[in-house]
């Protein structure tokens, strides 16, 4: 069964050192290091199928990234980055109610030892943190897995 051609994606000489560069540079992230890859492959005038097969990914993920790529590739580099146009969009959803005060104020309950807050433990759990993140007022309510959450996004 066969579908319709996709379209083509002819790349400029920047773009092309661009894509490799990400596909290859250790601190890219693997995502967008994967999509820097069906981008390339694309290019070499492989349908769906067959870059989907040299990549062991979804013919949906390439299709998404070729049409994605296309609808970007028009504005100019330094108005959105090859790497920029490879990240994920932001996803629907509520956001925040913590604030960036709120947040540092629980980072640094974080980096406290859970013996000054009078917790009989030696490092810190998702249970123990929440609880003492709503007895210090600094958020009414906050879940232990939220508050793991955050302080892994943290880095904390």
């Known amino acids: 069964m066969r579908g319709p051609k996709p379209p083509a994606i002819s790349l400029s000489e920047a773009e092309r050192q661009g894509l490799e560069k990400l596909a290859k540079a250790h601190s ?10 069906v981008i ?3 290019s070499r005038g492989l349908n769906n199928a ?4 040299e990549l062991d990914v979804s013919i949906d993920m390439v299709q998404k990234w070729r049409e994605r ?8 580099l330094s108005e959105l980055t090859i790497a920029e ?3 994920d969009l932001p996803r ?3 956001p925040s109610a913590i604030t960036a005060d709120q947040m540092c104020q629980i980072i640094a309950l974080a980096c406290e030892k859970p ?3 009078e917790r009989p433990i030696s490092q810190w759990t998702g249970r123990e943190i929440a609880d003492e993140i709503m007895k210090r007022g600094i958020v009414e309510q906050i879940s232990p897995r939220h508050a793991s959450r955050l302080l892994k996004r943290a880095g904390s």
């Open 28 to 37: 890219t992230e693997q995502q967008v290091a994967l999509r820097a890859r």
């Open 40 to 42: 390339l492959a694309a």
């Open 50 to 53: 067959q870059v989907a097969r």
């Open 69 to 76: 790529w296309l609808v970007l590739q028009p504005l100019p």
């Open 85 to 87: 146009r490879l990240r």
């Open 92 to 94: 629907a959803g509520k």
């Open 115 to 117: 013996e000054q807050s």
